[in-house]
Nanobody, 119 residues
Framework: QVQLVESGGGLVQPGGSLRLSCVVL????????MGWYRQAPGKERELVAH???????NYADSAKGRFTIFRDNAKNMVALQMNSLKPEDTAVYYC?????????????WGQGTQVTVSS
């Protein structure tokens, strides 16, 4: 069974920083694609940042210049460093990974971690 275990959310003031981490357990190989999504109240889940196994990344326009995604393939871990946080970054953040399990590749999601940006 594949599990994505997230950590690092919390309450931070505007302009502050947080680092989210996600460890993938149970995948037979390193995940192909890993990413962070977020969902604010009343809104649809949206992509924040994405990284493939070779290291190429892409970011939502709202994240460019403030957030950095990186991964450690040896640890099956992906992290999101978030700087210059704004109140509009408040959301539940979810980790997603494309993992090999049970003879096929499938997408798996973490349970979500709350990020609240408020003074």
């Amino acid at each position: 069974q594949v599990q994505l275990v997230e950590s690092g959310g919390g309450l931070v003031q505007p302009g502050g920083s947080l680092r989210l981490s996600c460890v993938v357990l149970g995948s037979i190989y390193s995940p192909h694609n890993m990413g962070w999504y977020r969902q604010a109240p009343g809104k649809e889940r949206e992509l924040v940042a994405h990284i493939i196994i070779g290291g190429s990344t892409n970011y939502a326009d709202s994240a460019k210049g403030r957030f950095t995604i990186f991964r450690d393939n040896a640890k099956n871990m992906v992290a999101l460093q978030m700087n210059s946080l704004k109140p509009e970054d408040t959301a539940v953040y979810y980790c997603k990974a494309n993992c090999f399990y049970g003879s096929r590749w499938s997408d798996y999601w973490g349970q979500g971690t709350q990020v609240t940006v408020s003074s």
